[in-house]
């Protein structure tokens, strides 16, 4: 028999990937020793649940046929008849199994025996009452058979519908918890059997009476109708009408003691219920919609969600036929003091402003799909909803959107207060911004901006002056170039007439060309690119201030000295889209300009030839065969294959010189350097004497009033060859790593560059510098652009780089020599700051473990040397600190008990405590030693 664990193994890869688990073994070999584990009497009642699940998650990969599911079916049914009477878990999850492998495998609609046998077994469970005598932990089997005929009746519309009076009579005798299943079983057949009965021709009067007094047996004939297409029920026109010539009494008789029970069950249910009662009813012409009004006042007054829900399908199923005007307007102001009630969560606000923005009218005015409120929403009755700085961001753009579209359709005198708000709300975020507002407050900012654009984008008032506040928070902020380049293609996607993005581009380029060098910095440079690229693509927009402006830098700098090939594959990126621009010709001479005096003094030779060769282009091809040249297909990839010009021949690599290739695998990787303590020293320049003179303690705080002290975490890494063993990159030239962040955690990593890489010389070191925001572990994504001895310039993607959380640890920050006596009056003041509870970010916490083969003075010696506070280990313990970037602290006091290692951990910033617990953990297992509790 396999054990448990070697079946969680198995099941761990089956259900990772189902198609690569068979190809080590047959789809029958695995199902059978999968049903004889469920047969095994040893195996207990977890290991059986957990086996089954595989059937729940992939029935049909494990049972392909009609043939094959039958017989597992009929090994699961008598392994269900065999299960003992406690094992009440186990019963329910394997009706649930019986159920989708006879739903997945199609056994009803072939009519199989064992589909029969399973159904006569849930009818016998739900009438057998016998468990009231066990109590109601046997409760569960009898709810799960109810919820087995639900799904099966789902699934297959009207099979109970010659069952009604039988499962009305057990909704009705049933006086426990589970009369909420009975009833939402009945309601479901109900309704599906009325639906099958509208869609049948000359129905009499009686045959309503025989439906609801019938029980018979399976209608397996509604298999083999249309009846399991079944339509949306929000098409109204589609919805079938049973014709009766009589008042429906005894419909109408369940339907009220439906009703007047539905209290009694939970939210969820009743919104079940509900619904199934609505469809009823849009069926039955002789029921008329006021049959719910009874219930309005209880579901305008609930504060649960699932039946407001529900309250909103009754409007836009029967309108004024059950919504009065006063209903509605009532309804409506529900909704609005819902959608900002203090007690409810955020998503739940957000839901209120939805169901708001789509609220079904009584006379609605067709708005052909497009998103518009209510006429009954006036500004009056949504001015609570009015944005704030303060709310969250997904409030304040739910509430900016909907306020935008109620001014939209106001008075004018309403209009103007009403909308200058907005806007004024709308350059209160801006503001923010230019505050050094986080990273969320700027994207909330910016969708902001698109929001209010998107509905008043035709007032210039407003239009302009969004122009003018942009234009100056950019030349506040460059770094907020990404954000704009993206709201500009927001609005142009959207806003296919709008004006307001060449607009907004041609203020930018006036406010860049215009600064003057000595207000220039690279990285602004790399910013003001960034902008004039995308300038460069719109057709409407003079060009001339641009190249004017790059000429300019270039010459009256240092900057192709200085040979950066970032901002020289900027300006080559703008260049590019000018060649392409319509204009091209009224600003021929300056691009050659620029581009010849770049191919002649720039210091980097790649952008040299790239310069080079775009100025060839320019001056032998026309501006239709340029276009054409540097097109860029919807893959990124060249648009034409054909030469379109007669200078060079294709087999002279023209394709080969526009664009830098991808290498098919990763060709470089960072292999980090291990032991790098030394690298993460941080020594300090102050003599040992002024920190004697001075008190540790005061000179240590005072430290941290100097920008940037302590800040940093250095890592050694070697850049290498992978595995991949192409001649081609045997000797490679100018590698350019980059890096980006996968998280917000870390302040942005400079580039890096490497000279050269031989494959047969020793491989470089690399210093990676990271500045924490938050020292948490991190990954970090690495790409490198470099160039081979053909001339030609690669990309490659490296294997991402991850910092484990003891990367970033770093000693006690005080200079070398300080006496272990200084170092604990500091972090004995740190530890009582900690404890004593004064900051709300601050926490203490206990891990233990117990030794094993390895002594706790080995473990101090191989992992806390650098950071130990005390001279010595103590009579009982030790003291250990780590300082963590940019202010953060880790203390830690290890103590010997009598059967285990005690360590008391205090830190000012209680998000580290998972971290600080994972880290004790591992190390304390690589050591041989046994965590007891933490």
């Known amino acids: 028999?396999?054990?448990?664990?070697?079946?969680?193994?198995?099941?761990?890869?089956?259900?990772?990937?189902?198609?690569?688990?068979?190809?080590?073994?047959?789809?029958?070999?695995?199902?059978?020793?999968?049903?004889?584990?469920?047969?095994?009497?040893?195996?207990?009642?977890?290991?059986?649940?957990?086996?089954?699940?595989?059937?729940?998650?992939?029935?049909?990969?494990?049972?392909?046929?009609?043939?094959?599911?039958?017989?597992?079916?009929?090994?699961?049914?008598?392994?269900?008849?065999?299960?003992?009477?406690?094992?009440?878990?186990?019963?329910?999850?394997?009706?649930?199994?019986?159920?989708?492998?006879?739903?997945?495998?199609?056994?009803?609609?072939?009519?199989?025996?064992?589909?029969?046998?399973?159904?006569?077994?849930?009818?016998?469970t739900i009438q057998d009452t016998n468990d009231h005598r066990g109590g109601s932990a046997h409760y569960p089997v009898r709810a799960t058979a109810c919820d087995c005929l639900r799904e099966i009746e789902t699934c297959y519309p009207g099979l109970l519908s010659q069952k009604l009076e039988a499962l009305y009579q057990f909704k009705q005798q049933e006086t426990t918890v589970l009369h909420q299943s009975y009833c939402l079983l009945f309601t479901l057949g109900l309704k599906n059997a009325i639906r099958h009965l509208a869609q049948q021709k000359d129905v009499a009067d009686t045959d309503l009476k025989n439906l609801l007094t019938g029980n018979e047996g399976l209608a397996w004939k509604c298999i083999d109708t249309q009846l399991s297409i079944m339509f949306p029920f929000n098409l109204m026109n589609q919805v079938p009408q049973l014709q009766t010539g009589g008042d429906c009494k005894e419909l109408r008789s369940i339907m009220t003691l439906l009703l007047e029970e539905s209290y009694l069950l939970t939210p969820v249910s009743q919104a079940s219920l509900l619904r199934e009662l609505v469809e009823i009813v849009a069926m039955v012409p002789a029921l008329s919609p006021a049959i719910f009004k009874s219930q309005l006042l209880r579901l305008f007054g609930t504060g649960e969600v699932e039946l407001l829900h529900v309250t909103l399908f009754m409007k836009g199923a029967f309108t004024d036929s059950l919504f009065s005007a006063e209903d509605e307007n009532f309804f409506l102001k529900r909704l609005v003091g819902m959608a900002q009630h203090p007690l409810l969560t955020i998503p739940e606000k957000l839901f209120y402003m939805r169901c708001i923005l789509h609220f079904p009218e009584n006379?609605?005015?067709?708005?052909?799909?497009?998103?518009?409120?209510?006429?009954?929403?006036?500004?009056?009755?949504?001015?609570?909803?009015?944005?704030?700085?303060?709310?969250?961001?997904?409030?304040?753009?739910?509430?900016?959107?909907?306020?935008?579209?109620?001014?939209?359709?106001?008075?004018?005198?309403?209009?103007?207060?009403?909308?200058?708000?907005?806007?004024?709300?709308?350059?209160?975020l801006l503001k923010i911004v230019d505050?050094?507002?986080?990273?969320?407050?700027?994207?909330?900012?910016?969708?902001?901006?698109?929001?209010?654009?998107?509905?008043?984008?035709?007032?210039?008032?407003?239009?302009?002056?969004?122009?003018?506040?942009?234009c100056e928070l950019y030349s506040k902020n460059c770094c907020l170039a990404p954000h704009l380049i993206n709201l500009v293609d927001r609005i142009q996607e959207s806003l296919e007439d709008s004006v307001w993005a060449s607009q907004l581009f041609k203020a930018l380029q006036k406010s860049i060309v215009e600064v003057s060098l000595s207000q220039l910095t690279l990285q602004n440079l790399s910013w003001h690119l960034k902008i004039l690229g995308r300038v460069a693509k719109e057709n409407k927009i003079p060009q001339r201030n641009t190249l004017y402006f790059l000429l300019n830098v270039l010459l009256n700098s240092s900057l192709c000295e200085r040979g950066s090939w970032q901002v020289g594959n900027a300006i080559l990126a703008v260049c590019r889209n000018l060649l392409k621009h319509p204009t091209l010709n009224q600003v021929f001479i300056e691009l050659a300009d620029l581009l010849q005096y770049m191919s002649a003094h720039y210091e980097d030779t790649d952008i040299q030839d790239h310069a080079r060769f775009y100025y060839t282009l320019l001056t032998n091809l026309s501006w239709e065969k340029l276009s054409g040249v540097l097109a860029k297909g919807a893959d990124g990839g060249q648009a034409k294959i054909r030469s379109l010009s007669a200078i060079m021949a294709e087999s002279d690599g023209l394709t080969n010189c526009l664009t830098i290739h991808q290498t098919d695998q990763p060709v470089l990787q960072l292999v980090k350097i291990q032991n790098q303590e030394s690298q993460k020293s941080t020594t300090s320049a102050t003599k040992l004497e002024d920190v004697e003179k001075q008190g540790a303690l005061e000179f240590y705080q005072e430290q941290f009033l100097t920008p940037g002290f302590a800040?940093?975490?250095?890592?050694?890494?070697?850049?290498?060859?992978?595995?991949?063993?192409?001649?081609?990159?045997?000797?490679?030239?100018?590698?350019?790593?980059?890096?980006?962040?996968?998280?917000?955690?870390?302040?942005?990593?400079?580039?890096?560059?490497?000279?050269?890489?031989?494959?047969?010389?020793?491989?470089?070191?690399?210093?990676?510098k990271l500045k924490p925001r938050l020292p948490y572990p991190t990954t970090v994504n690495v790409r490198a652009v470099f160039t081979t001895e053909d001339g030609l310039s690669w990309h490659t993607q490296l294997p991402d780089v991850t910092v484990s959380f003891p990367e970033v640890f770093l000693p006690l920050p005080l200079p070398p020599g300080t006496s272990h006596v200084l170092k604990q009056d500091v972090f004995d003041h740190l530890w009582n700051a900690m404890s004593s509870g004064e900051s709300n970010c601050a926490a203490t916490s206990l891990f233990c473990f117990q030794i094993g083969d390895s002594s706790l003075n080995d473990l101090i010696k191989s992992h806390f040397e650098s950071y130990l506070i005390s001279e010595q280990l103590e009579q009982n313990g030790c003291k250990v600190l780590f300082f963590l970037p940019p202010k953060f602290h880790v203390l830690l006091k290890i103590e010997q008990a009598e059967d285990s290692i005690q360590v008391n951990i205090a830190t000012d910033n209680w998000e580290l405590l998972p971290h600080v617990n994972a880290y004790l953990l591992n190390i304390t297992a690589l050591s041989n030693m046994t965590p007891s509790h933490i």
């Open 363 to 428: 006379r609605p005015i067709s708005s052909h799909g497009e998103e518009c409120l209510p006429v009954l929403v006036t500004p009056r009755l949504a001015a609570s909803l009015l944005p704030t700085v303060f709310n969250d961001s997904n409030t304040m753009l739910c509430r900016l959107n909907l306020l935008c579209l109620v001014h939209l359709e106001a008075d004018e005198g309403e209009e103007g207060k009403g909308l200058g708000y907005l806007f004024d709300h709308v350059i209160a």
């Open 435 to 470: 505050n050094h507002g986080n990273r969320e407050m700027t994207v909330t900012s910016f969708k902001a901006v698109f929001i209010f654009l998107m509905h008043f984008y035709h007032m210039e008032k407003y239009s302009e002056k969004l122009i003018s506040k942009v």
């Open 711 to 768: 800040s940093e975490v250095t890592l050694q890494y070697i850049l290498t060859y992978t595995e991949v063993n192409d001649s081609l990159f045997d000797r490679i030239f100018s590698i350019c790593l980059h890096f980006d962040l996968k998280d917000s955690n870390y302040a942005e990593v400079s580039d890096i560059c490497v000279p050269c890489l031989f494959r047969d010389r020793k491989p470089p070191e690399v210093c990676l």
């Open 1 to 124: 028999m396999a054990t448990a664990n070697s079946w969680n193994q198995r099941l761990s890869n089956f259900l990772q990937s189902p198609s690569q688990f068979l190809t080590c073994t047959t789809t029958d070999s695995f199902l059978t020793d999968l049903l004889h584990e469920l047969r095994d009497d040893k195996a207990n009642d977890n290991t059986k649940i957990l086996l089954l699940s595989v059937l729940l998650e992939h029935p049909n990969v494990l049972c392909p046929t009609v043939s094959v599911g039958e017989e597992t079916v009929q090994d699961l049914m008598s392994i269900l008849t065999h299960a003992p009477q406690k094992s009440v878990s186990l019963k329910c999850h394997l009706m649930l199994t019986i159920t989708n492998v006879l739903v997945c495998t199609s056994c009803f609609t072939s009519k199989a025996k064992v589909a029969e046998d399973f159904l006569d077994l849930l009818f016998q």
